[in-house]
């Protein structure tokens, strides 16, 4: 089995770019953040707490989020291949044998990732210390290190993760009937660990907040070390239950989209029921996304406006804290829109047989593209609206506490730009990747 790994990487490079591209990106982020800590070794006082705090608290929110896409990407991956899976089983292979497979193929993406994103993670490094350079929060002659430390985690995060990963869904597949595997459905029935993990961030979250409005009341902008965690962790408690949303959706508007929507109204929900599973792995970088950037960007604002009421001059340690926001924001816009982009696209080029049955049976490409297009659709509202409501585990606790209201200061074009921008990056993605697929002759799309 891990000479047939070794092989189906080299035939078949294509389906596994979406997972090397999540692995990469994760492993660099992981690994530039850590430098910090190797920075941190030769220095003393502010500068070192300053280092510290950037590689703990940004990378440790980092972390979760790549640790999150890694294994939301590869077990999607791992899905699309369950014929795959079926045809492999009928001709003998055992689930031990597969999930060997599987977790070989991932081992292999890891490492490699891992060791590629080297390099731009230097680069990525030098810039993070060159930005706390220019705020004057670490002196200009702290020279940049990346050492143990960074290479360690980086390769070692992302190697746990990726097999992890991969033997959880491999087990699933490989213990699947074979029949029920060809049918390549994708309920995305939720699971009870599944649901475990994910109430158990939203307590986190809730726990969060009440120590924000109770502990925290009194503690000026320090709130922000508690709230501005509040909205992550309910973030992903939200992505984890995504099947469970998106068929409830789903299944509430399957009505008013089959009558008001015409055939690509009843393609987009016929689709969407039938690969629950692939349609939540999309939603979620749209909900990491609005929920992380909505509750950070507003938190912000509130505290600005606070210490403006206040009177208060921005010391050192206010424009470290928002330094530090304002690094989350572009990690997260980068990390979740490359996310969203990959996972789209990755989502879409396995659909290319299924376009092609579709349009053998009578539909047009542009009735394709207008299923597409109400997918999209709907694929932002439920990601906008569960990111905002994550948003509120940050934006409601500290606004009390800040400005004496659950309201936060801020104009409402904040969160305008924000669900324009994850619109746009849906509509465009899945657009564009969709067109590239229809080119092809539905004959051969069929027979691919």
């Not at 999540?22 to 690994?31: D, E, P, W």
């Not at 087990?171 to 029935?189: C, P, Q, V």
């Not at 992550?232 to 099947?243: Q, S, V």
């Not at 938190?299 to 208060?312: K, W």
Request: one cysteine or more; hydrophobic letters at 55%; aromatic letters at 6%.
């Amino acid at each position: 089995m891990t000479a047939l790994a070794l092989r189906s990487l080299r035939k078949r490079t294509g389906a596994f770019t979406a997972s090397f591209l999540a692995l990469f990106l994760g492993a660099t982020i992981l690994m530039a953040f850590a430098s910090m800590l190797d920075t941190a070794s030769g220095t003393s006082g502010a500068a070192h707490e300053t280092l510290v705090t950037m590689a703990s608290v940004v990378g440790g929110w980092g972390l979760l989020l790549v640790v999150f896409a890694v294994t939301s990407t590869l077990t999607l991956s791992v899905r699309q291949r369950s014929a795959e899976m079926a045809l492999l089983k009928s001709v003998g292979a055992t689930p031990a044998q597969l999930t060997r497979m599987i977790t070989g193929e991932a081992a292999v993406l890891a490492v490699v990732a891992s060791l590629l994103a080297v390099g731009p993670a230097v680069l990525a490094g030098r810039a993070l210390l060159g930005l706390l350079h220019d705020t004057g929060q670490v002196p200009g002659s702290v020279p940049h290190a990346f050492g143990p430390v960074a290479v360690s985690m980086g390769v070692g995060i992302t190697f746990v993760s990726a097999v992890g990963a991969a033997l959880l869904t491999a087990r699933r597949l490989a213990r699947g009937r074979i029949a029920d595997t060809l049918a390549e459905t994708d309920s995305g029935r939720l699971t009870r660990k599944r649901a475990a993990f994910a109430w158990f961030f939203f307590a986190v979250a809730l726990g969060e907040a009440v120590v924000t409005v109770t502990v925290m009341r009194d503690e000026g902008s320090n709130a922000m070390a508690t709230s501005g965690q509040a909205d992550i962790f309910a973030a992903l408690g939200l992505a984890l239950l995504a099947p469970a949303i998106v068929r409830r959706a789903a299944s509430v508007l399957a009505g008013p989209l089959r009558r008001f929507g015409g055939v690509a109204g009843d393609l987009a929900v016929t689709g969407m029921l039938r690969r629950t599973g692939a349609t939540a792995a999309a939603v979620t970088p749209v909900i990491l996304f609005t929920g992380i950037a909505v509750g950070t960007l507003y938190m912000q604002s509130t505290e600005n406006s606070a210490a403006a009421a206040a009177g208060i001059v921005k010391t050192s340690e206010d424009r470290n804290i928002e330094t530090l926001n304002f690094v989350v924001i572009g990690m997260v816009v980068l990390f979740t829109a490359i996310m969203l982009v990959n996972t789209l696209v990755a989502a879409t080029a396995h659909r290319r047989r299924e376009f092609g049955q579709t349009r053998l049976a009578g539909a047009t490409p542009r009735q394709v593209m207008g299923t597409v297009a109400v997918e999209s659709a709907l694929l932002t509202v439920i990601g906008v609206v569960c990111g905002s409501a994550a948003s509120l585990f940050t934006i409601v606790p500290f606004s009390l506490v800040r400005v004496d209201s659950p309201v936060p200061e801020g104009g409402v074009w904040t969160y305008v730009g924000v669900v324009a921008l994850a619109a746009v990056l849906t509509g465009a993605t899945a657009a564009l990747s969709t067109r590239r697929v229809l080119r092809a002759p539905a004959i051969e799309a069929v027979s691919a």
